[in-house]
C-alpha cells in the first residue's frame, strides 16, 4: 500500500505507541477479554494498520468494480445503478395459502420471489406419501403435481418476475413443473428468469435432504446445466450455497471454501461432459449466509469474488468476464436468530443485512423476528422486507460502491479468508475432490467440530448471546405466530387424488417408461421429465422412477 | 434385581420377549453376580448361535458390510442377532455409538435384534461383555450373530476367541501403498474380505493378501488352537491339523455387492469346522479359556474381599518405596487372606 | 470386573428434516458428560425409534424435530413405546416448539422440551435428574 521508507516510519511509530500510550492504559484498565474472537473463533487484533497490508497491490488484489479480480463488486455502479433484489423466501401449506404471501410481499415491495417447499416435496414424495405424515405444508409450501404449480404463481407475472426455488435432489422435475405451468399460460419458457438451487453437494455436505447417489446426481444437475443453456438462456440452474453449511455450523471460512470447492466440482463436471464453459458458467449463481460478525462476513463475501474470478479465469480458462463472476443471493442467519426474546432478532437481521449489501450481495432475504418459533408471520416477514427498504434507501450505504475497501482491517481479513480457503481447496485435493472427502466425511466432521466447539463457546460464556446468556428475562412469548389453515391438507390430498384420476394414465405410464429408459442410458433427462410432468406425474411418481434406476443415498456415518 | 424377577425376565428371553432379552444384555453388560446369575441360568441354552466376528479399522465399512449379510441372512429365514461395539471416549467415559446409522434398513425387522455397545475402558472387560450379549441372543434363539469390533488390536484377537469364524476386513489403500496389516491379523482371520471393492486399487489389495497368506503359509499350520492353548492340564486334547486357508474375497457392501459368495463361505467354513472336528475343537478350547477365566476372577475376587482395602494401599507404597519386591508381597496377601479365612 | 453403570441414551431425528446440527451436538454433549448415546441418523420413523430404544435398553429417548411436525410424530413415538412396554423411558423433545404446544405434550408423558438457546449444561442435568432420581 505504502513505499517502504512509509512502512518502517509506521512500524516505528507503532512500537512506540504500544510501548507509552497503550502500556499506560492497560496498566489501569486491562481489555474485557484476554483474547477476543470472531463468531467463526478466529483471533481479532487490537489494532489494524497498513502494516497488515503491506503486499496489497490496489490493482492487482482490488482493482476497479466491474473488473477483474471484482473484488469491489461485479458492477460498475453497484446500487447506484439498480438496488439488490428483495427477495423474501417464502411458502407453507397448500398452494393456494402460499400464492396469496407472494401476492402480499409483491404489493408491499417486494422484487422477487423465493420458494420454500415442505420436506416431503424437498425429499421427492408426494403429500400423502406415508414418510411425509406430519410433515405437510410445515416448512414450506407442498407442491406434488403440475396442478399445484399452476396454483402457485396463478396472477403473478413469471415473465416480468425472476423465481427462486430453493429446490436440490428432485430441482429437474420442480423446474419442469414451473416451465410446464408458464407454459400452460402461453409464456415461452426463453423468456422466464429464476433460479433453482440445484445443489447436492451441499445436501451430502450440511443439510442432508439427498435423494440419489452423487453420480447420478451430478449428472442430472449438469442435464439442467445443458438444458439451461440451450433453452433457459435467463435461468440460473444453480445457486450454489454455502448457506446451509453456515447454518449446520461452519466457519465462516469453510463455508467460504466448501461452498466455492463445491462449485469447481459443478464446473468440471459440466467440462468432463463436453460442455464449453463460457455457455454455462456465466449462469451459475451463489448463495451465502450473513452471520453476526460484521466485518468478518464482508470480508468473506470480497474474498469469495476474488478467489472465483481468479478460479474461472486461471484454472478452467473461461473467457467471457461473465463467467468470471460471482454473483450471490444472501440470507441472514437463521442459527443466529433466538427464541429468546424474539424482538432482538429484528436487530440482528438488520446488521446481518448490512453485512450483506456493503459485501455487494445481488439479492436479499431477511428472516422474520418469529424464525426461531414458528413460520414468519405477516406482520413479522413484512418487518423483515422494511429494514431492508430502510438500509436501502435511508442508510445511505448503498451509494457509494464498496464502501469499506481499503479498511486496514476489512482488507487484512480478506486476505485471511482467502488463504485459509485456499488452504482448505488442499486439503480437499488431497482427499480427491469434494465427493472422496464427503464419502470420507471430511466436511461433515470439520461442521460438527465447529458447531461444537460454537455451542461450548456460549455455555463456558466466552461469547455472550443476548437473552440467552445474558440480559434474560422469563416472560411470556406476546408475538402473534402464524398458524397454518387446517383444510389446506385435505385440499391438497383432494387435488392429488383429482389430478391421478383424471389425467390420462395411459400416456403418463408411457412417458414415465422412456423416462426410466433414458435414465438407464446416458442421455439428457430434462426432455423426458418436462414431458412426464406436462401429462401430470406427481413429484413422487417421477422421483420414483429415477429412484429405481439411481439407488438411494446413503450417509457415511459422522457424528 | 430379585431372583423371581430374574427367572421371569430368563423365561420371557428364552421365549424371544425383545424387552427381556435388551434387558438381559444390559445386565450381563454391566457384569458382577447379577451378571453371572444370568449367565448360569441362560448357559443350558446357548450353544445353537453361529456366532461370526466382523473385525476391521475404522473406515473399512464394516457396519454396512454387517448390514448387509444380516439382510442375507434374513432372505435365508434365519433371524440375526447384531453387537455393534463402538469405543468409549477415554476423556469422559461416555460414547457415541453410531452403527444403527448403517443398519437403517433393519430397524423394524421382528427378526433382527441389534445392540450397541460401547468399550467402557479395559478391553478385557469389553471381550467378556460382547461374549455374554452374543450368549443372551444366542439363547433366545437367534440363529445367527454378528458381533462388530472396533478394530483395535487386543479386540481383534479376543473376538476370534469367542466367534466360530472371525472376518477380517479390509479396504483398498490409496495409491501404492497396501494398508499396514498388523501383525497376528492373519492368524486370526478365517476369511479375509476387501471391502469397497469398487475403489481401485482393490485387485492389488487382493493380490498382496493372497501374497501374505502364502508367505505364512509356509511356516505356520492354519491353526487357531495356538490362540486357545493355554497352560497346564486345561488345554484340550491332541490339536487337530487342518488345513482351511482363509478365502479373500471382495465386496461392496454399499452396493450389495460379494455378500452372496461372502455368506457361501461363511458357511463353507462352519461346514469345514465340522467336518474336520475344528468345531469341536474350538468349543472345548472355549470352554477350557472360560473357565480359567472365571477361576482367575472368581478367585481374585474372593481373595480381595478377605484382605482389607488399606492393607492393599499399605502394601502398593513398601513396593512403590522399594521396601518390598511384589512378588514376596503377592505371596504374603495371599497367606494373609488363607489365614484368615 | 463390574462395568460401570452408565446412562443410555437414544438421540433420533424422526420425520424427514435433515437439520442435525442440534442433534450432533447435544449428542457430543451427552457423551462428554460420560453418558452412551446411540445415534440413530435422520429420517427415522416412529416405529425405528420405538424399537431402537427397546433393543437398546435406553433410559432416555431424545427427539429432534424441527421441521414442526412434532404433534403428529410425538404421540406417535410415545404410543409406540408404551406398547412396548417402555414407560419408564424418559422422553426428551428438542427443537422448534412453539410455546402453545407444550402442554399437549407435557401431557403425553414428554419429561423436558428444549427450544433454541438451551444450554447444554440443562439438558445433561436433566437427564442425570431423571434417570437417577428413578433409581
Known amino acids: 500500500m505504502h513505499d517502504q521508507e512509509t512502512m518502517v516510519s509506521i512500524a516505528k511509530a507503532k512500537e512506540e505507541w504500544e510501548r507509552t500510550t497503550l502500556h499506560d492504559t492497560l496498566a489501569k484498565w486491562p481489555e474485557r477479554y484476554e483474547q477476543f474472537i470472531t463468531t467463526s473463533g478466529a483471533p481479532v487484533e487490537r489494532l489494524y494498520t497498513p502494516l497488515d497490508i503491506a503486499d496489497l497491490d490496489y490493482e492487482r488484489d482490488l482493482g476497479f468494480p466491474g473488473q477483474y479480480p471484482f473484488t469491489r463488486g461485479i458492477h460498475p455502479t453497484m446500487y447506484r445503478g439498480r438496488l439488490w433484489t428483495m427477495r423474501m423466501f417464502a411458502g407453507f401449506g397448500s398452494a393456494e395459502e402460499t400464492n396469496a404471501r407472494y401476492k402480499y410481499l409483491l404489493a408491499h415491495g417486494e422484487t422477487g420471489l423465493s420458494v420454500a417447499f415442505d420436506f416431503p416435496t424437498l425429499y421427492g414424495y408426494d403429500t400423502d406419501h406415508p414418510l411425509a405424515e406430519g410433515e405437510f405444508g410445515k416448512c414450506g409450501v407442498a407442491v406434488s403435481s403440475l396442478a399445484d404449480m399452476e396454483i402457485l404463481f396463478d396472477g403473478i407475472p413469471v415473465d416480468e418476475i425472476t423465481t427462486s426455488m430453493t429446490i436440490n435432489g428432485p430441482a429437474a422435475v420442480i423446474w419442469a413443473m414451473y416451465i410446464a405451468a408458464a407454459e400452460k399460460r402461453g409464456i415461452p419458457m426463453a423468456k422466464l428468469g429464476g433460479t433453482i438451487q440445484n445443489d447436492i453437494l451441499k445436501e451430502y455436505i450440511a443439510q442432508k435432504s439427498w435423494l440419489f447417489p452423487p453420480e447420478p446426481s451430478m449428472r442430472l444437475i449438469v442435464d439442467t446445466f445443458e438444458f439451461g443453456s440451450k433453452y433457459l438462456p435467463k435461468w440460473n440452474t444453480i445457486s450454489i450455497s454455502g448457506y446451509h453449511i453456515r447454518e449446520a455450523g461452519a466457519t465462516a471460512a469453510q463455508e467460504l471454501a466448501f461452498t466455492l470447492a463445491d462449485g469447481m466440482t459443478y464446473v468440471q463436471a459440466a467440462i468432463d461432459r463436453g460442455l464449453d464453459v463460457d455457455s454455462f458458467a456465466p449462469r451459475l449463481s451463489f448463495f451465502f449466509n450473513a452471520h453476526n460478525d460484521f466485518f468478518e462476513e464482508i470480508a468473506k463475501f470480497r474474498a469469495a469474488r476474488r478467489i472465483w474470478a481468479h478460479v474461472m479465469k486461471e484454472r478452467f480458462k473461461a473467457k467471457d468476464p461473465r463467467s468470471w463472476w460471482l454473483r450471490f443471493h444472501t440470507q441472514t442467519a437463521g442459527c443466529s436468530l433466538t427464541a429468546q426474546q424474539p424482538e432482538n432478532n429484528i436487530v440482528r437481521t438488520t446488521i446481518q443485512a448490512l453485512a450483506a449489501v456493503l459485501g455487494g450481495t445481488q439479492s436479499l432475504h431477511t428472516n422474520s423476528m418469529d424464525e426461531a418459533l414458528a413460520l414468519p408471520s405477516e406482520l413479522a416477514v413484512r418487518i423483515a422486507l422494511r429494514t431492508q427498504q430502510i438500509i436501502a434507501h435511508e442508510s445511505g450505504v448503498a451509494n457509494s460502491v464498496d464502501p469499506l475497501a481499503g479498511s486496514y482491517l476489512v482488507e487484512s481479513w480478506t486476505n485471511r479468508l482467502e488463504k485459509e480457503a485456499y488452504e482448505y481447496f488442499d486439503k480437499i485435493e488431497a482427499l480427491g475432490g469434494v465427493i472422496p472427502a464427503i464419502e470420507k466425511g471430511f466436511f461433515q466432521r470439520e461442521i460438527a467440530a465447529s458447531a461444537y466447539r460454537y455451542q461450548r463457546e456460549i455455555e463456558e460464556r466466552k461469547r455472550i448471546v443476548v437473552g440467552v446468556n445474558e440480559y434474560q428475562m422469563d416472560v411470556p412469548l406476546t408475538i402473534p405466530l402464524l398458524k397454518l389453515d387446517p383444510e389446506g391438507e385435505r385440499r391438497q390430498r383432494e387435488r392429488l387424488a383429482r389430478v391421478r384420476r383424471e389425467r390420462d394414465n395411459r400416456l403418463l405410464q408411457q412417458r414415465l417408461a422412456a423416462l426410466r429408459r433414458a435414465a438407464k442410458g446416458t442421455e439428457n433427462l430434462m426432455p423426458y421429465i418436462l414431458d412426464a410432468v406436462r401429462a401430470y406425474g406427481t413429484l413422487g411418481e417421477i422421483c420414483d422412477v429415477l429412484r429405481e434406476v439411481f439407488g438411494e443415498y446413503r450417509e457415511p456415518v459422522i457424528i | 434385581m430379585d431372583i423371581s424377577r430374574m427367572d421371569d425376565l430368563v423365561a420371557q428371553a428364552l421365549a424371544g420377549d425383545r424387552r427381556a432379552i435388551a434387558r438381559l444384555i444390559s445386565t450381563v453388560e454391566q457384569g458382577g453376580a447379577e451378571a453371572r446369575q444370568v449367565l448360569s441360568r441362560i448357559y443350558p441354552h446357548t450353544g445353537r448361535a453361529h456366532i461370526v466376528g466382523i473385525t476391521g479399522a475404522p473406515g473399512t465399512g464394516k457396519s454396512t458390510l454387517v448390514a448387509e449379510l444380516a439382510k442375507a441372512y434374513r432372505k435365508q429365514n434365519l433371524s440375526v442377532g447384531i453387537v455393534a461395539v463402538d469405543p468409549t471416549s477415554p476423556f469422559s467415559g461416555g460414547a457415541i455409538l453410531g452403527d444403527r446409522i448403517r443398519m437403517r434398513d433393519l430397524a423394524t425387522d421382528p427378526n433382527i435384534f441389534i445392540r450397541s455397545m460401547a468399550t467402557r475402558g479395559s478391553l478385557g472387560g469389553l471381550a467378556r461383555a460382547t461374549a455374554d450379549a452374543a450368549h443372551v441372543l444366542d439363547a433366545a434363539g437367534y440363529a445367527v450373530i454378528l458381533v462388530e469390533t472396533v478394530g483395535a488390536g487386543q479386540s481383534e484377537v479376543d473376538i476370534a476367541r469367542m466367534a466360530h469364524t472371525t472376518l477380517v476386513i479390509q479396504m483398498p489403500a490409496s495409491g501404492d501403498e497396501i494398508q499396514a496389516i498388523k501383525a497376528g491379523i492373519l492368524e486370526i482371520a478365517d476369511i479375509i474380505v476387501v471391502n469397497k471393492a469398487d475403489l481401485p486399487g482393490a485387485d492389488q489389495a487382493v493380490a498382496a493378501l493372497e501374497a501374505m497368506l502364502d508367505l505364512n503359509s509356509g511356516h505356520t499350520e492354519w491353526h487357531h488352537g495356538r490362540l486357545f492353548q493355554i497352560e497346564g492340564v486345561l488345554a484340550g486334547g491332541d490339536q487337530v491339523k487342518h488345513s482351511w486357508r482363509p478365502p479373500v474375497l471382495k465386496t461392496c457392501a454399499l452396493r450389495g455387492e460379494g455378500i452372496e459368495e461372502l455368506v457361501q463361505a461363511i458357511a463353507a467354513h462352519l461346514q469345514y469346522q465340522r467336518e474336520s472336528g475344528l468345531h469341536q475343537q474350538r468349543e472345548h478350547d472355549r470352554a477350557a479359556e472360560q473357565l480359567q477365566r472365571i477361576l482367575r476372577y472368581t478367585l481374585l475376587e474372593q481373595l480381595l474381599e478377605r484382605i482389607p482395602k488399606h492393607a492393599l494401599q499399605e502394601t502398593v507404597e513398601h513396593i512403590v518405596a522399594r521396601e518390598q519386591d511384589p512378588y514376596s508381597a503377592a505371596e504374603a496377601l495371599i497367606a494373609q487372606a488363607r489365614l484368615l479365612s | ?135
Do not use: N, W
Open chain 3, 1 to 135: 470386573m463390574v462395568r460401570e453403570r452408565k446412562i443410555r441414551v437414544l438421540i433420533a431425528k424422526p420425520g424427514l428434516d435433515g437439520h442435525d446440527r442440534g442433534a450432533k451436538v447435544v449428542a457430543r454433549a451427552l457423551r462428554d458428560a460420560g453418558m452412551e448415546v446411540i445415534y440413530t441418523g435422520l429420517r427415522q420413523t416412529p416405529e425405528m425409534i420405538a424399537q431402537a430404544a427397546l433393543q437398546e435398553d435406553v433410559d432416555v429417548v431424545g427427539l429432534s424435530i424441527l421441521s414442526g411436525a412434532h404433534m403428529t410424530l410425538v404421540p406417535r413415538v410415545m404410543d409406540l413405546l408404551k406398547q412396548m412396554g417402555l414407560e419408564h423411558v424418559a422422553v426428551f423433545v428438542g427443537g422448534i416448539i412453539p410455546d402453545e404446544d407444550v402442554p399437549a405434550l407435557r401431557c403425553l408423558g414428554v419429561k423436558g422440551i428444549y427450544g433454541p438457546g438451551t444450554a447444554l449444561s440443562d439438558i445433561v442435568q436433566a437427564i442425570r435428574q431423571e434417570v437417577e432420581g428413578r433409581e
